[in-house]
């Protein structure tokens, strides 16, 4: 699973706090000894970034008394990480962790939901998440959509390899690209070669020329059902993918075509969870 570095999580924190907390330190309670206390409210989350608010917690000086791991769901009114140690440290940390917490924890109670509805239909099916997080939050958002039972469709340019028109437009003609298309197979032999595709004709062709991997994109429902069944006629073990305008209020009907993999980017614009946070005097 994915973790961020120490140095990633003194990030986070300097955003916060880049030059102390004028408000405890003046109050003059620094030094006096706290408990903290995360918990869910009314509804039920699945939790992420836990590793993360532990490790925060140990950088300054908390002594944790009980957590659970990312990827565990926690029931409403309960709580799920506490730590204890100066007060300038438990008020340093606090709304850092929580961050953390309810954004990554938002992303991975979607992703639950999603994968359900989708799994309902086809027990079978992969929920993916696209490239398109917000900008400096993926290891985050990954990691919270790992939590939540999804995958990352392409954590980048670098390990997978995925063919759009962008790249189509610079081959002249089917042959050319074809040939393209055969050179890369051959120096890629580890690689999947996934294509993207908007109609049927497109599909057959590429499926022809040797593509592992059709990636449908934004076919609607009808007729993306009936693409599936007329492209697995031919090639019927062919990967397929949907993607595209797909969340948690159509996935079901989506897994409902016979794709085996969707894709989506509806997990990275969740509501954060919503979590009490607790101080009190020791």
């Known amino acids: ?25 003046s ?3 620094t030094d006096r000894r706290a408990r903290i206390t995360f918990a869910t409210r009314e509804r039920p989350l699945v939790v992420s970034s836990m590793e993360e608010a532990v490790r925060l917690c140990g950088l300054y000086g908390l002594e944790i008394d009980g957590f659970v791991k990312s990827g565990t769901l926690v029931p409403p009114n309960s709580v799920f990480l506490e730590a204890h140690g100066e007060a300038g440290n438990i008020h ?15 992303i991975a109670t979607y992703t639950r939901e ?25 290891k985050i958002a990954i990691k919270a959509v790992e939590s939540g039972g999804g995958v990352a469709h392409r954590l980048g340019l670098s390990e997978s390899i995925l063919v759009f028109d962008y790249h189509r437009v610079f081959f002249p003609n089917d042959e050319a690209f074809a040939a393209a298309l055969q050179t890369m197979k051959k120096t890629n032999l580890e690689k999947k070669v996934v294509i993207e595709t908007e109609n049927v004709d497109e599909a057959l062709k590429f499926a022809a020329m040797g593509a592992d991997i ?9 007729k ?3 693409a599936v069944r007329e492209i697995r006629l031919i090639f019927p073990n062919i990967i397929l993918i949907a993607t595209g305008g797909i969340s948690a209020k159509n996935i079901a009907e989506y897994a409902g075509t016979g794709v085996d993999m969707i894709v989506t980017s509806s997990p990275y614009s969740a509501q954060s969870a919503d979590i009490k946070v607790r101080i009190e005097v020791l």
């Open 27 to 29: 109050l003059g309670i």
């Open 1 to 25: 699973m994915i973790t961020l570095t120490d140095f990633e999580l003194e990030s986070l924190l300097a955003e916060d706090v880049p030059y102390g907390d004028l408000t405890t330190v």
């Open 214 to 222: 059709l990636q449908l994109e934004k076919m609607p429902l009808t």
């Open 92 to 106: 340093r940390i606090w709304k850092s962790v929580q961050n953390l917490i309810d954004y990554a924890s938002g």
């Open 224 to 226: 993306l059902a009936d």
């Open 114 to 138: 999603a994968v359900l509805l989708a799994r309902t239909i086809n027990p079978d099916i992969v929920v993916a998440t696209t490239r398109k997080t917000t900008p400096f939050t993926k």
